[in-house]
């Protein structure tokens, strides 16, 4: 028997790293059959769902994995071998793009995008019709409720953006973002008021249309003026 510690012959040498580099060449003979035939079936499962879908492979992942795409509406499943022998897993997916928006605006959790698994020798017709049936209706409900989000952060930043000019230009550009922090990318900006405090202003929060004034030691008459705005709006 071999021991870690014995001293193989330059034959033997030879002939334990010809052996290793046959099973090396199995292996990746054996991936790239496997892989092209999980190619070769999300072809075909693209073409049954319909002419919209085309097939991306998602590079060189261990599950070979290959994106079915709807180039009409940008929907996507990913398909893979998955973590079961002899089974297929699906999975819904957001595009790359939608995806780092929903991550930067912190818009990326809490909805169900699907995901089922379905015997991999099942022929292409039947795997795209429980796709259908199966992910196709929580992905498109998930994805839906994800891009709403994702629209109402962007049109709560513009709102954001105008209200942030306007008081900035009431104050005649006094108003600033603090020195070493950054307004949430979600929807939000905090402001400062360069003169400081003396004026009873600390900071503005805003949020689209929304303002919050910090005040700070108002005089008697400043706190008069204020509240009398703000009773006569109510």
């Known amino acids: 028997m071999y021991s870690p510690h014995q001293q193989l012959t330059p034959a033997e040498q030879a002939t334990r790293t010809a052996a290793y580099e046959q099973q090396r060449a199995t292996e ?19 073409r049954a769902l319909g002419a919209d879908w ?8 261990w599950d ?3 994106d079915l795409t709807n180039g009409a509406t940008g929907e996507t499943v990913t398909l893979g071998t ?6 297929l897993s699906l999975r819904g997916r957001m595009q790359p793009a939608e995806q780092d928006e929903l991550q930067r605006t912190g ?24 796709i259908t049936r199966r992910l196709l209706p929580t992905y498109r409900a998930g ?10 952060t962007h049109t709560t930043q513009e709102l954001t953006a105008a209200t942030v000019a306007r008081l900035s230009a009431a104050t005649g550009g006094d108003l600033r973002p603090a020195h070493n922090s950054r307004s949430d990318p979600r929807s939000s900006a905090v402001l400062y008021a360069s003169r400081g405090t003396s004026h009873g202003l600390r ?11 910090n005040l700070h030691s108002l005089s008697a008459d400043t706190a ?8 006569q709006q109510r």
Do not use: F, K, M, W
């Open 64 to 66: 070979l994995a290959h």
């Open 224 to 231: 008069a003026a204020v509240l009398a705005v703000l009773y």
């Open 82 to 87: 998955g973590h079961q022998t002899g089974r």
């Open 54 to 61: 085309s097939v991306t492979p998602r590079g060189d992942t």
């Open 203 to 213: 900071s503005v929060e805003i949020d689209g249309e929304r303002v919050t004034l």
């Open 107 to 130: 818009n990326h959790y809490g909805a169900d995008l699907g995901h089922i698994t379905v015997a991999a020798d099942r022929p292409a017709a039947a795997i795209a019709a429980e």
């Open 143 to 152: 994805r839906a409720a994800l891009l709403a989000r994702l629209e109402a």
């Open 28 to 46: 990746a003979a054996e991936r790239l059959a496997r892989c092209a035939a999980t190619t070769t079936l999300a072809r075909q499962v693209a």
